[in-house]
């Protein structure tokens, strides 16, 4: 019994440590909410409006991601408002209106789950998209599904089947008054108007985290990663047999010209003559065939690249800045039950780490869409010009077009160069 008590007492003993956690813990609560407010209204707006441009908006795909921007920043401030509140202020909306508890209990999982099945229905668009749009009976029907207006009714889906999902927390009082008193001083971000607070509900709240796990991270993941999966290979196996095709025809065209013109080709100096020849025109045929080939698979190649590595990014971030709070709120013991200090602090500042986590993935999409879509940084970058000619004047120009598009068609360029030798030469020819 007593190397029992002198086991605990030496793993309780770290009180200094403690007390520097908790330093660190007041004092991330106190910028971290500003941060986020400031970076992530910045970044959300410009998205907005970047996605929201003519040449845009037509676009099923930047539809479903501008109104991901408004539900980040509407996740963003329903977080970090009530942080503010509760830890610059010392105001408590949960405590002085019933409502606000309530609304504040549904947003903080209704909100995420929103966000999470957008991602999805971004991820089922471009499988209806690059998939379907490849087979000829179903290229109308795949044009017709991705519209805006589609767009809207999918969107319209997942937001009232997810609100039915959470409309529970309308239902439950107030479990404040049950909280323990440490639980208070020590917990961070508490949802009084939630189940996990009434011990005769216990039950019924361990399904529900399993319910928020599946919702929220697991099944969104899957299906993402699954559409990754699908797209790429379809793009990469439609390029490889339109090439087939293309290779296919060059080479029957050019040996139905051979049975037609079976003579060899005269020496002469006759140019007019030499463009006539049949033999030299099914050349130039094959030549262009070949030429348009390989420019169509490099193009559709880079396309497959440039979606992948966006899904992938999409992928890669959502999981990862998602998966840490979900997971830490199925696992973590409760605040009151562990024994020293220090686990209270440490388990705090975990907490706090994971919100920071989940809150900056409302922030970063701003930063993938530039890198992985040129179609947004296009557009981003004349909205920067445009801002910049309207306070400085109409010849300032902080960005260059050519700067811009520099990158996507540094390809093309290479593509050219190599495909057509001859018309290079031509062109250097007469400009000397």
């Given at each position: 019994?007593?190397?029992?008590?002198?086991?605990?007492?030496?793993?309780?003993?770290?009180?200094?440590?403690?007390?520097?956690?908790?330093?660190?813990?007041?004092?991330?609560?106190?910028?971290?909410?500003?941060?986020?407010?400031?970076?992530?209204?910045?970044?959300?707006?410009?998205?907005?409006?970047?996605?929201?441009?003519?040449?845009?908006?037509?676009?099923?795909?930047?539809?479903?991601?501008?109104?991901?921007?408004?539900?980040?920043?509407?996740?963003?401030?329903?977080?970090?408002?009530?942080?503010?509140?509760?830890?610059?202020?010392?105001?408590?909306?949960?405590?002085?209106?019933?409502?606000?508890?309530?609304?504040?209990?549904?947003?903080?999982?209704?909100?995420?789950?929103?966000?999470?099945?957008?991602?999805?229905?971004?991820?089922?668009?471009?499988?209806?998209?690059?998939?379907?749009?490849?087979?000829?009976?179903?290229?109308?029907?795949?044009?017709?599904?991705?519209?805006?207006?589609?767009?809207?009714?999918?969107?319209?889906?997942?937001?009232?089947?997810?609100?039915?999902?959470?409309?529970?927390?309308?239902?439950?009082?107030?479990?404040?008054?049950?909280?323990?008193?440490?639980?208070?001083?020590?917990?961070?971000?508490?949802?009084?108007?939630?189940?996990?607070?009434?011990?005769?509900?216990?039950?019924?709240?361990?399904?529900?985290?399993?319910?928020?796990?599946?919702?929220?991270?697991?099944?969104?993941?899957?299906?993402?990663?699954?559409?990754?999966?699908?797209?790429?290979?379809?793009?990469?196996?439609?390029?490889?047999?339109?090439?087939?095709?293309?290779?296919?025809?060059?080479?029957?065209?050019?040996?139905?010209?051979?049975?037609?013109?079976?003579?060899?080709?005269?020496?002469?100096?006759?140019?007019?003559?030499?463009?006539?020849?049949?033999?030299?025109?099914?050349?130039?045929?094959?030549?262009?065939?070949?030429?348009?080939?390989?420019?169509?698979?490099?193009?559709?190649?880079?396309?497959?690249?440039?979606?992948?590595?966006?899904?992938?990014?999409?992928?890669?971030?959502?999981?990862?800045?998602?998966?840490?709070?979900?997971?830490?709120?199925?696992?973590?013991?409760?605040?009151?039950?562990?024994?020293?200090?220090?686990?209270?602090?440490?388990?705090?500042?975990?907490?706090?780490?994971?919100?920071?986590?989940?809150?900056?993935?409302?922030?970063?999409?701003?930063?993938?869409?530039?890198?992985?879509?040129?179609?947004?940084?296009?557009?981003?970058?004349?909205?920067?010009?445009?801002?910049?000619?309207?306070?400085?004047?109409?010849?300032?120009?902080?960005?260059k077009n050519r700067f811009s598009m520099k990158s996507d068609f540094k390809s093309t360029k290479q593509n050219s160069s190599g495909d057509f030798p001859e018309s290079q030469s031509?062109?250097?020819?007469?400009?000397?």
């Amino acid at each position: 019994m007593a190397s029992n008590q002198s086991v605990n007492y030496s793993q309780c003993s770290s009180i200094r440590e403690a007390e520097l956690i908790s330093r660190l813990t007041d004092t991330i609560l106190l910028i971290y909410p500003w941060i986020m407010i400031i970076f992530g209204s910045i970044s959300n707006s410009i998205t907005f409006i970047v996605l929201t441009r003519p040449k845009l908006r037509k676009s099923s795909t930047f539809f479903y991601l501008s109104c991901l921007s408004i539900i980040d920043l509407a996740s963003l401030y329903t977080f970090c408002v009530n942080f503010v509140l509760v830890h610059n202020l010392g105001i408590d909306l949960q405590l002085h209106s019933i409502l606000f508890c309530k609304v504040y209990s549904f947003l903080i999982y209704f909100l995420p789950h929103l966000s999470a099945w957008t991602c999805v229905a971004v991820s089922l668009d471009r499988v209806v998209g690059v998939i379907f749009s490849v087979r000829g009976k179903y290229a109308s029907t795949a044009r017709k599904w991705n519209t805006p207006r589609k767009a809207f009714h999918v969107m319209l889906v997942i937001f009232s089947s997810l609100f039915l999902l959470n409309m529970h927390f309308f239902f439950y009082p107030s479990g404040y008054d049950n909280i323990d008193k440490e639980i208070k001083n020590k917990d961070v971000n508490l949802i009084y108007c939630s189940l996990e607070h009434f011990p005769d509900y216990e039950a019924k709240y361990r399904i529900w985290v399993l319910v928020d796990l599946y919702v929220n991270v697991l099944i969104p993941f899957a299906i993402m990663l699954i559409s990754s999966v699908i797209i790429v290979h379809g793009i990469l196996r439609s390029t490889k047999n339109l090439a087939q095709t293309l290779a296919q025809e060059s080479t029957r065209f050019s040996d139905d010209r051979r049975l037609s013109f079976p003579q060899v080709r005269p020496k002469s100096s006759n140019s007019t003559a030499s463009q006539s020849d049949p033999l030299v025109i099914t050349r130039k045929s094959i030549n262009l065939i070949k030429r348009a080939s390989t420019a169509f698979t490099s193009s559709v190649s880079s396309k497959a690249r440039n979606v992948s590595y966006m899904l992938a990014a999409n992928n890669i971030v959502f999981i990862s800045l998602t998966l840490p709070i979900v997971v830490y709120l199925s696992v973590q013991k409760p605040i009151d039950q562990l024994m020293c200090e220090y686990d209270k602090s440490k388990a705090k500042l975990i907490k706090i780490i994971c919100i920071i986590l989940m809150n900056s993935n409302c922030t970063v999409n701003i930063f993938i869409y530039s890198f992985m879509a040129s179609e947004f940084r296009h557009q981003l970058f004349e909205l920067i010009n445009l801002i910049f000619k309207f306070f400085f004047g109409p010849r300032t120009v902080l960005i260059k077009n050519r700067f811009s598009m520099k990158s996507d068609f540094k390809s093309t360029k290479q593509n050219s160069s190599g495909d057509f030798p001859e018309s290079q030469s031509k062109r250097a020819s007469s400009s000397k």
